[in-house]
């Protein structure tokens, strides 16, 4: 039989979890920042741009679809607190057994949830763009550049975002050079953060005769994609436009015209490529939307480099170290060197299965900070 004044007690306790990370998750803004999307959508000339369009209702999905547990978190609780309140009056247990049930559900619903309180920096709930390089060695390294792209582009198909190539160099045989990868949702930059630096493959390499032991590299940038919201002006006379006739998938029409844009923003030289539209003026407004996100992780990361020389913390500049290791012979195992997780399933880490490498990252980040603040 069920005690149904510890009924009560956990009820009402539980409902308290509930709504204090609701509060702290900030989730009433969050319910705004969707109205204002969902306004967007109703505007008559929202499909004149049907890439944008696209782009906006992927992330309207994407929060309704994270906003919709919260909302059925915070309702269960409620549920469960009232039934309790029932079968204590009524001194029913059947009741009091279905809200120990949703006691429970509420429960295992919270620990998922509270994945977001990882989430620390504001930025963490902006879209991403990844941009992936590959490293010397060749073929070789051209060749993991493009794998980890498929395991980006997977990651994001498994998790029910929008994911677009807007930029990519092929290799000479195989592979790519580089790939830039533009993915739309809620957190997006939040989980990706954890896969910037440098990833090492060690394999029996597909392109050497003698099929020997082959170690290739390929780096990883990820900077939030923040779209318009972004506080960055960009003067004319400080970009520097060439366009030039694109290169690789998209027909004979990328040879006849010159489609593609480069933008170099001159004070702080940074380049970006945009080639994967037919129209020009698309590749433009990506070119400038991922120049616009580079300068503004730029800010943030020489803000970030200052305050910490001003508090004596030792920061971490190592931006090319490798941050991860994927064995595929003669053993099967992939590692992270920061948080030393690890698993022998690589195909799955290939194929998109990254969510325990990046909570393990974010838990350690998370850590990190208790330990300064303490």
């Known amino acids: 039989m069920l005690d149904l004044n510890e009924l009560k007690r956990q009820t009402a306790e539980v409902s308290g979890e509930a709504k204090a990370l609701y509060a702290q998750l900030r989730i009433d803004s969050r319910e705004e920042k969707l109205a204002e999307l969902v306004a967007r959508t109703e505007e008559a000339d929202l499909w004149d741009d049907p890439e944008s369009a696209q782009k906006l209702m992927a992330d309207v999905g994407s929060r309704r679809n994270s906003l919709a547990s919260w909302r059925k978190l915070i309702s269960m609780a409620d549920d469960a607190v009232l039934m309790a309140e029932m079968a204590e009056e009524a001194d029913d247990q059947e009741t009091a057994r279905e809200a120990e049930q949703l006691v429970n559900d509420v429960?295992?619903?919270?620990?998922?949830?509270?994945?977001?309180?990882?989430?620390?920096?504001?930025?963490?709930?902006?879209?991403?763009?990844?941009?992936?390089?590959?490293?010397?060695?060749?073929?070789?390294?051209?060749?993991?550049?493009?794998?980890?792209?498929?395991?980006?582009?997977?990651?994001?198909?498994?998790?029910?975002?929008?994911?677009?190539?807007?930029?990519?160099?092929?290799?000479?045989?195989?592979?790519?050079?580089?790939?830039?990868?533009?993915?739309?949702?809620?957190?997006?930059?939040?989980?990706?953060?954890?896969?910037?630096?440098?990833?090492?493959?060690?394999?029996?390499?597909?392109?050497?005769?003698?099929?020997?032991?082959?170690?290739?590299?390929?780096?990883?940038?990820?900077?939030?994609?923040?779209?318009?919201?972004?506080d960055i002006d960009l003067k004319e006379e400080d970009l520097k436009i060439d366009t030039y006739r694109a290169s690789g998938a998209g027909g004979q029409h990328v040879n006849k015209t010159e489609s593609a844009i480069r933008i170099t923003h001159l004070p702080t030289n940074t380049v970006v490529t945009c080639q994967n539209e037919r129209s020009q003026q698309k590749n433009r407004v990506s070119a400038l939307r991922v120049l616009k996100a580079r300068l503004l992780q730029r800010q943030r990361e020489e803000q970030e480099a200052a305050m910490a020389k001003l508090q004596g913390v030792k920061t971490d500049i190592a931006f090319g170290n490798q941050i991860r290791t994927y064995f595929l012979q003669p053993y099967t195992l992939v590692k992270d060197h920061r948080t030393d997780y690890e698993t022998g399933n690589a195909n799955a880490v290939l194929d998109g299965d990254l969510d325990s490498f990046m909570i393990a990252y974010l838990r350690q980040l998370a850590d990190a900070r208790v330990a300064v603040a303490e």
């Not at 290739?216 to 923040?226: E, G, K, L, N, T």
């Open 107 to 230: 429960r295992a619903l919270l620990e998922r949830l509270n994945t977001e309180v990882l989430f620390a920096d504001p930025l963490d709930t902006s879209s991403a763009i990844i941009e992936i390089n590959a490293g010397a060695g060749g073929t070789e390294a051209c060749d993991w550049a493009a794998m980890l792209g498929r395991m980006y582009l997977r990651w994001a198909e498994r998790k029910g975002f929008q994911a677009d190539i807007i930029d990519q160099l092929d290799g000479d045989q195989a592979g790519v050079k580089s790939m830039t990868i533009e993915i739309t949702g809620e957190f997006i930059y939040g989980y990706l953060k954890s896969e910037r630096g440098a990833h090492r493959l060690i394999r029996f390499s597909p392109f050497n005769s003698k099929g020997s032991r082959e170690t290739s590299f390929a780096s990883v940038s990820v900077i939030p994609d923040v779209g318009d919201d972004v």
